[in-house]
Protein backbone atom coordinates (compact mmCIF):
# COMPACT_ATOMS: atom_id res chain seq x y z
CA UNK A 1 0.00 0.00 0.00
CA UNK A 2 0.97 3.74 -0.32
CA UNK A 3 3.42 4.90 2.19
CA UNK A 4 3.79 8.35 3.47
CA UNK A 5 6.74 9.60 5.35
CA UNK A 6 6.66 12.86 7.69
CA UNK A 7 10.05 15.05 8.10
CA UNK A 8 11.30 16.35 10.60
CA UNK A 9 10.07 13.48 13.80
CA UNK A 10 10.70 16.72 15.83
CA UNK A 11 10.71 20.43 15.93
CA UNK A 12 11.82 22.55 18.90
CA UNK A 13 11.37 26.33 18.19
CA UNK A 14 11.18 30.01 19.81
CA UNK A 15 7.62 31.92 19.52
CA UNK A 16 8.22 33.90 16.42
CA UNK A 17 9.86 31.38 13.99
CA UNK A 18 8.99 30.54 10.76
CA UNK A 19 8.79 26.46 10.14
CA UNK A 20 8.53 24.10 7.40
CA UNK A 21 6.85 20.46 7.66
CA UNK A 22 7.28 18.19 4.69
CA UNK A 23 4.58 14.96 3.86
CA UNK A 24 6.33 12.87 0.96
CA UNK A 25 4.08 9.69 -0.76
CA UNK A 26 4.92 6.61 -2.48
CA UNK A 27 2.29 7.06 -5.02
CA UNK A 28 -0.29 8.67 -6.65
CA UNK A 29 -3.35 10.18 -4.68
CA UNK A 30 -6.61 11.75 -5.18
CA UNK A 31 -6.65 13.44 -1.84
CA UNK A 32 -3.92 14.92 0.40
CA UNK A 33 -4.81 16.38 4.32
CA UNK A 34 -2.99 18.16 6.66
CA UNK A 35 -4.00 18.10 10.57
CA UNK A 36 -3.13 19.72 13.60
CA UNK A 37 -3.69 16.97 16.90
CA UNK A 38 -5.04 19.51 20.08
CA UNK A 39 -4.13 18.73 23.59
CA UNK A 40 -6.89 16.51 24.17
CA UNK A 41 -6.27 14.19 20.84
CA UNK A 42 -8.88 15.82 18.67
CA UNK A 43 -7.60 15.86 15.07
CA UNK A 44 -8.04 19.31 13.71
CA UNK A 45 -8.87 19.76 9.71
CA UNK A 46 -5.98 22.15 8.28
CA UNK A 47 -6.11 21.94 4.47
CA UNK A 48 -7.15 19.33 2.24
CA UNK A 49 -4.73 19.94 -0.38
CA UNK A 50 -4.38 17.00 -3.03
CA UNK A 51 -2.42 19.50 -5.11
CA UNK A 52 -1.31 23.63 -5.92
CA UNK A 53 -1.22 26.04 -2.70
CA UNK A 54 -3.50 27.09 -0.01
CA UNK A 55 -3.02 29.84 2.80
CA UNK A 56 -5.14 30.46 5.84
CA UNK A 57 -4.01 32.87 7.81
CA UNK A 58 -0.26 32.52 9.12
CA UNK A 59 -0.39 28.61 7.68
CA UNK A 60 0.38 28.11 4.26
CA UNK A 61 0.47 24.58 2.66
CA UNK A 62 1.51 23.39 -1.23
CA UNK A 63 0.94 20.33 -2.51
CA UNK A 64 3.13 19.13 -5.49
CA UNK A 65 1.42 15.52 -6.98
CA UNK A 66 4.05 14.80 -9.65
CA UNK A 67 6.72 14.62 -7.34
CA UNK A 68 4.45 13.33 -4.40
CA UNK A 69 5.18 15.76 -1.24
CA UNK A 70 3.64 18.35 0.53
CA UNK A 71 4.79 21.22 2.73
CA UNK A 72 2.89 23.15 5.76
CA UNK A 73 4.89 26.24 6.39
CA UNK A 74 3.69 28.12 9.87
CA UNK A 75 4.93 31.35 10.19
CA UNK A 76 5.15 33.53 13.48
CA UNK A 77 4.49 30.44 15.47
CA UNK A 78 2.83 30.84 18.78
CA UNK A 79 3.10 28.39 21.64
CA UNK A 80 -0.76 27.59 20.42
CA UNK A 81 0.73 26.05 17.60
CA UNK A 82 2.03 23.11 19.74
CA UNK A 83 1.21 19.82 18.95
CA UNK A 84 1.51 16.91 16.45
CA UNK A 85 0.65 17.28 12.46
CA UNK A 86 -0.34 14.81 10.44
CA UNK A 87 -0.97 14.19 6.81
CA UNK A 88 -2.73 11.86 5.61
CA UNK A 89 -3.52 10.61 1.54
CA UNK A 90 -6.07 8.42 0.03
CA UNK A 91 -4.36 6.75 -2.52
CA UNK A 92 -5.75 5.87 -6.12
CA UNK A 93 -9.07 3.53 -6.38
CA UNK A 94 -8.20 3.89 -2.18
CA UNK A 95 -10.91 4.23 0.41
CA UNK A 96 -9.08 5.02 3.54
CA UNK A 97 -6.97 7.77 4.31
CA UNK A 98 -3.07 6.71 5.43
CA UNK A 99 -1.44 8.78 7.80
CA UNK A 100 1.89 9.58 8.59
CA UNK A 101 3.69 9.02 11.74
CA UNK A 102 3.44 13.04 12.50
CA UNK A 103 5.81 15.83 13.11
CA UNK A 104 6.01 17.07 16.78
CA UNK A 105 6.04 20.59 17.17
CA UNK A 106 7.00 22.37 20.28
CA UNK A 107 6.69 26.42 20.76
CA UNK A 108 8.65 27.89 23.21
CA UNK A 109 7.74 31.01 24.82
CA UNK B 1 -20.27 23.97 11.16
CA UNK B 2 -19.47 20.48 10.24
CA UNK B 3 -19.71 18.23 13.43
CA UNK B 4 -18.31 14.32 14.12
CA UNK B 5 -19.21 13.97 18.15
CA UNK B 6 -18.19 10.77 19.92
CA UNK B 7 -20.76 9.58 23.22
CA UNK B 8 -17.27 10.17 25.33
CA UNK B 9 -13.84 11.92 26.06
CA UNK B 10 -12.73 9.29 28.15
CA UNK B 11 -14.18 5.84 29.22
CA UNK B 12 -12.65 2.79 32.00
CA UNK B 13 -13.86 -0.69 31.62
CA UNK B 14 -12.96 -3.88 32.99
CA UNK B 15 -11.57 -6.78 30.75
CA UNK B 16 -13.99 -9.30 29.41
CA UNK B 17 -16.41 -6.44 29.35
CA UNK B 18 -19.10 -5.39 26.14
CA UNK B 19 -17.76 -1.97 25.18
CA UNK B 20 -19.79 0.19 22.75
CA UNK B 21 -18.43 3.29 21.07
CA UNK B 22 -20.94 5.47 19.61
CA UNK B 23 -19.96 8.17 16.40
CA UNK B 24 -22.31 10.45 14.90
CA UNK B 25 -22.16 12.61 12.27
CA UNK B 26 -24.14 15.71 11.22
CA UNK B 27 -23.30 15.85 7.46
CA UNK B 28 -25.10 13.53 5.87
CA UNK B 29 -21.61 11.29 4.69
CA UNK B 30 -22.01 8.52 3.39
CA UNK B 31 -18.42 6.96 4.85
CA UNK B 32 -17.82 6.54 8.05
CA UNK B 33 -14.20 5.33 9.76
CA UNK B 34 -13.17 4.23 12.70
CA UNK B 35 -9.34 4.90 13.57
CA UNK B 36 -7.49 3.56 16.87
CA UNK B 37 -4.27 5.54 17.36
CA UNK B 38 -1.27 4.18 19.54
CA UNK B 39 2.14 5.88 20.65
CA UNK B 40 4.37 4.71 18.04
CA UNK B 41 1.83 2.75 15.84
CA UNK B 42 0.18 5.85 14.37
CA UNK B 43 -3.04 5.76 13.09
CA UNK B 44 -4.66 2.46 11.99
CA UNK B 45 -7.78 1.59 10.19
CA UNK B 46 -10.44 -1.01 12.26
CA UNK B 47 -13.37 -0.73 10.40
CA UNK B 48 -15.35 1.79 8.11
CA UNK B 49 -18.33 1.83 6.12
CA UNK B 50 -19.43 3.57 3.14
CA UNK B 51 -23.42 2.95 3.56
CA UNK B 52 -26.35 1.84 5.95
CA UNK B 53 -25.94 -1.71 6.53
CA UNK B 54 -22.07 -2.06 4.83
CA UNK B 55 -18.83 -2.42 6.41
CA UNK B 56 -15.16 -3.41 6.02
CA UNK B 57 -12.78 -4.45 7.72
CA UNK B 58 -9.69 -2.18 8.15
CA UNK B 59 -6.10 -2.70 9.33
CA UNK B 60 -6.78 -4.48 12.40
CA UNK B 61 -10.22 -5.40 12.83
CA UNK B 62 -9.56 -8.29 15.19
CA UNK B 63 -11.17 -7.97 18.60
CA UNK B 64 -13.80 -5.46 17.03
CA UNK B 65 -17.40 -5.36 15.39
CA UNK B 66 -19.61 -2.14 14.27
CA UNK B 67 -22.92 -1.37 13.91
CA UNK B 68 -24.69 1.03 10.94
CA UNK B 69 -28.12 1.02 11.15
CA UNK B 70 -28.60 4.60 10.35
CA UNK B 71 -26.28 7.11 8.47
CA UNK B 72 -25.35 9.47 10.86
CA UNK B 73 -24.25 6.72 13.33
CA UNK B 74 -21.44 4.65 13.46
CA UNK B 75 -21.32 2.07 16.46
CA UNK B 76 -17.93 0.11 17.15
CA UNK B 77 -18.53 -2.58 19.65
CA UNK B 78 -15.28 -4.48 21.82
CA UNK B 79 -17.40 -7.88 22.07
CA UNK B 80 -15.22 -8.87 25.17
CA UNK B 81 -12.53 -6.03 26.26
CA UNK B 82 -9.03 -6.78 27.15
CA UNK B 83 -5.84 -4.57 28.17
CA UNK B 84 -4.59 -4.57 24.79
CA UNK B 85 -7.59 -2.59 23.35
CA UNK B 86 -6.74 0.01 25.67
CA UNK B 87 -5.97 3.20 23.32
CA UNK B 88 -7.29 6.54 22.03
CA UNK B 89 -10.57 5.81 19.37
CA UNK B 90 -11.27 7.99 16.58
CA UNK B 91 -14.16 8.22 14.68
CA UNK B 92 -14.42 10.17 11.33
CA UNK B 93 -17.03 10.81 8.37
CA UNK B 94 -16.51 11.72 5.22
CA UNK B 95 -18.38 12.03 1.34
CA UNK B 96 -17.50 10.21 -1.53
CA UNK B 97 -16.32 12.63 -4.37
CA UNK B 98 -15.36 12.67 -7.96
CA UNK B 99 -11.67 11.59 -7.38
CA UNK B 100 -12.24 9.61 -4.54
CA UNK B 101 -13.52 10.51 -1.16
CA UNK B 102 -13.81 14.13 -0.06
CA UNK B 103 -12.59 15.82 2.81
CA UNK B 104 -12.67 13.55 6.16
CA UNK B 105 -13.49 15.10 9.27
CA UNK B 106 -12.59 13.55 12.80
CA UNK B 107 -14.68 13.58 16.15
CA UNK B 108 -12.93 14.82 19.23
CA UNK B 109 -11.38 11.24 20.17
CA UNK B 110 -12.15 8.59 23.34
CA UNK B 111 -9.54 7.29 25.24
CA UNK B 112 -10.53 4.05 26.67
CA UNK B 113 -8.73 2.17 29.25
CA UNK B 114 -9.85 -1.14 29.84
CA UNK B 115 -8.45 -2.22 33.68
Known amino acids: GIQVEQSPPDLILQEGANSTLRCNFS?????LQWFHQNPWGQLINLFY???GTKQNGRLSATTVATERYSLLYISSSQTTDSGVYFC???????????FGQGTRLTINP | DVKVTQSSRYLVKRTGEKVFLECVQD?????MFWYRQDPGLGLRLIYF???????EKGDIPEGYSVSREKKERFSLILESASTNQTSMYLC??????????????FGQGTRLTVV
Open chain 1, 88 to 98: AVLGQGAQKLV
Open chain 2, 27 to 31: MDHEN
Open chain 1, 49 to 51: IPS
Open chain 1, 27 to 31: DSVNN
Open chain 2, 92 to 105: ASSAPGARGNTEAF
Open chain 2, 49 to 55: SYDVKMK
